[in-house]
């Protein structure tokens, strides 16, 4: 607001800027960008570099990078598995720091087991193929016979998993280890039918689940037929 002298009179005149100059200027304050906004930091945030994954000044604590690893994990890079996962150019495979027949079969078969949950690589790989050649070594039936009941229910927990590549990978480790303990897998074998049971409505799967238990079977005998078809009535057994 200005005032203006008139005479000497001391008469004065008023004049305050019409609301169309008022909403103009406010318009034009309001618009003005924020250097904050601009600035470097914010360009960070929005768009974060490769090399921040690196710094821990720049990791946040309550991401996704500060949750504590699984047990698979965790003992995988402490070197409790002994075996490291070697990229080849065409397939990955592991190399072991000792042959595979001169390792004790407890705890490393139900480490292994534990691990088929991973989800991320390289710990989806080195179970999956660990538990594999495990069971490839001489002997492998006394050793993993007794850890059966102990085994099972990982192998349970994998084939519940709402993951589908996690149940596939349990339910391969399924098949190799019914070939190497053989009936001794009956006695356990309904805690685990109940799973495939619920997958087999997913038509994807019903193949693949089929041909499974038709190696529970072959492998098996008659005593797991008994027991699938008590489970899974509309399974047809290799025999018909």
Not at 29 to 44: I, M, Y
Not at 65 to 72: D, H, K, M, N
Not at 164 to 173: H, Q
Request: glycine fraction near 6%; aromatic fraction near 4%; charged fraction near 25%.
């Amino acid at each position: 607001m200005r005032i203006v002298a008139g005479g000497r009179h001391g008469n004065y005149e008023q004049r305050t800027p019409s609301s169309a100059q008022i909403k103009c200027r406010t318009t034009v304050h309001q618009s003005k960008p924020s250097s904050s906004a601009n600035s470097p930091e914010s360009a960070r945030k929005l768009h974060p570099r490769p090399s921040d994954k690196l710094n821990p000044k720049t990791v946040n604590p309550f991401g996704e990078q500060s949750r504590a690893p699984s047990a698979f994990a965790a003992i995988y890079s402490k070197g409790g598995i002994p075996c490291r996962l070697v990229h080849g150019s065409v397939k990955h495979r592991l190399q072991w720091e000792c042959p595979p027949d001169n390792l004790p079969f407890d705890p490393l078969l139900i480490t292994l087991a534990e691990g088929l949950r991973e989800t991320k690589h390289p710990y989806t790989f080195v179970s999956k193929e660990g538990f594999r050649e495990l069971l490839l070594v001489q002997g492998a039936a006394e050793k993993a016979v007794p850890l059966l009941p102990r085994l099972i229910p990982v192998l349970k927990a994998a084939l519940a998993h709402s993951d589908d590549g996690v149940f596939e990978r349990g339910l391969d480790a399924l098949v190799q280890l019914s070939v190497v303990v053989g009936p001794s897998l009956n006695d356990q074998l309904k805690h685990l039918l109940t799973s495939l049971s619920k997958r087999l409505r997913d038509k994807k799967f019903k193949e693949p689940i089929t041909s499974a238990l038709q190696k529970l079977e072959q492998h098996g005998g008659r005593g797991s037929l008994i027991i699938i078809k008590s489970k899974i009535p509309t399974y047809c057994s290799i025999c018909c």
